[in-house]
């Protein structure tokens, strides 16, 4: 019996180098756990069938000596990451039956080093939610505690690792969909600097946002998979070309101690034992050494107000495409228009239309400038003001999410109460910088916390290591 509670990938490539399990016996006792589980948990909507021979190409590279960190290693992969000849519906009814016709970047790199893909899983529809409750094809429950949510909107992936039915996993962000999901079921997620990972093979959200994320039971874990699918790639414009990454990492020569806290976003909506939780961990870095420096992010209060112009402009373009002639549902209808309202009538859900709406809406002559443009200029002044943030301190730090996850079923009908899960996401997400969010241990009910760092553009490095320390301070990982 493989203890998969314990593993991790470096464990378990050690003991695939040592002969102790084959990548075909690792890859069945997860699917044991998945036929065992998943019913109960939605994590994932597909199993793929090719799992154990793709799990025996992986062992060759250990026969023949070029097996890699992730070589074998098991992934649940997010339903809107393109994997050729697979169906991505990317949670949604329009996409159902639509199957990818080549691999995302992302996908390419994992298979390049004979990772096993073990299937997609459940998300929000197209990325939009905190709770994944808005899938077309059902909820996914929180492995901890399966009354409650996992976060979202990359919640089948958090789900799929927090319950030992995979041992790593890729879901995007656009505004905390890797964070909040990871901090709902104790785990490590990694937001990456915006260009620092290809979104070519992503189904595209708020495409000056996205950026595919990794989960890890652990710091290490998500250094790894990010260390594979950091770099740049033609095939993506907004990708950064490696000289300017190094530029760009390189302004910033820090002693990597001192942390910025912005308490004055701690306004209404932070749950009371959420703050007290972030308050030990601040004690607890205090007494390791980090310096603990109070700062002000005036424009950041405004993050939540400008992502939720700039994403729904983005998303009702993007969206545009779904629409009966070119992929996925198609409806007939006596003319084109006909066509168009029904396909996309019955292929959108609730949150999906509302957006599409709100984005139109944003971009129509007469309201262009008043809310499009004023958003980004907002968004520009957030990025200032934390770029700026970073010539006084090294990390920027608050919790991960406001509050605990919530039982299944609540603020479904209270979309506001919704969007709030992303007030600490969004400032990360609208500068670009990329920011981890770790677990910092359980409320009396059992219930995970987790507190995020962010750091200067290109400066994952220093999340890591600041991360691991953390890890260290408190043993604060989780294994169910
Ligand atoms: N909660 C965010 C939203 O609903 C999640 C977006 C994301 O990161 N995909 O927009």
Redesign the pocket.
């Given at each position: 019996m493989i203890d998969l509670k314990n593993l991790t990938i470096e464990k378990a490539h050690e003991a695939l180098q040592k002969g102790e399990f084959t990548c075909k016996e690792l890859a069945e006792a997860y699917l044991k756990i998945i036929a065992e589980r998943n019913k109960e948990i939605n994590a994932y909507l597909e199993i793929y069938d090719d799992v154990l021979s793709q799990a025996e190409e992986a062992q060759k590279k250990f026969t023949d000596g070029t097996a890699t960190t992730l070589t074998g290693i098991p992934f649940a992969i997010k339903d809107n990451i393109l994997i050729k000849g697979h169906t991505v519906s990317a949670g949604s009814k329009i996409l159902e039956n639509y199957k990818a016709v080549y691999d995302a970047t992302v996908i390419k790199d994992l298979k390049k080093v004979g990772a096993v893909l073990l299937g997609r899983t459940n998300m929000d529809e197209f990325?939009?939610?905190?709770s994944t409750q808005t899938s077309a094809f059902g909820v996914t429950h929180n492995p901890i505690d399966s009354s409650r949510v996992p976060g979202?909107?990359s919640g089948g992936s958090a789900a799929a690792l927090a319950g030992d039915m995979a041992l790593a996993a890729l879901g995007?962000?656009?505004?905390?969909?890797v964070r909040e999901p990871a901090a709902f079921c104790g785990l490590v997620g990694l937001k990456p600097t915006y260009g620092a990972v290809s979104r070519q093979g992503i189904i595209a959200?708020g495409n000056s946002l996205d950026q595919v994320s990794p989960f890890g039971k652990c710091v290490r874990d998500t250094e790894i998979i990010f260390n594979l699918l950091s770099k740049y790639d033609k095939e993506d414009s907004t990708s950064v070309p490696d000289e300017l990454r190094k530029l760009k990492a390189k302004s910033n020569k820090l002693k990597a101690a001192r942390i910025g806290v912005p308490w004055h976003l701690f306004k209404e909506g932070v749950d009371a034992e959420v703050e007290e939780n972030f308050k030990q961990s601040l004690e607890k870095l205090k007494n390791a050494g980090y310096e603990i420096i109070d700062i002000e992010l005036p424009y950041s209060k405004y993050s939540l107000a400008a992502y939720y112009i700039i994403?729904p402009a983005e998303v009702s373009t993007n969206l545009s495409r779904f629409d009966g002639i070119r992929y996925g549902l198609s409806e007939p209808g006596d003319n084109l228009m006909e066509v168009y309202m029904r396909s996309r009538g019955k292929g959108f859900g609730k949150e999906a239309r509302r957006r599409i709406l709100l984005g139109a809406y944003v971009l129509s002559h007469g309201y262009y400038d008043a809310y499009y443009n004023k958003a980004i200029k907002v968004r520009e002044k957030i990025r200032e003001e934390i770029m700026h943030a970073f010539e006084k301190v090294d990390y920027i730090l608050t919790p991960t999410a406001p509050i605990l996850p919530f039982k299944i079923g609540e603020k479904l009908d209270n979309p506001v109460a919704m969007?709030l899960?992303?007030i600490f996401s969004a400032p990360a997400n609208l500068a670009g910088v990329p920011s981890i969010a770790l677990p910092s241990g359980f409320s009396s009910t059992g219930l995970p916390f987790s507190i995020q760092f962010m750091a200067p553009h290109f400066r994952e490095d220093m999340l890591f290591n600041i991360g691991k320390k953390f890890e260290e301070i408190k043993e604060n990982r989780i294994m169910l």
């Open positions: 990325a939009m939610g905190s979202g909107s995007t962000e656009t505004c905390g969909s959200m994403m969007y899960c992303d």
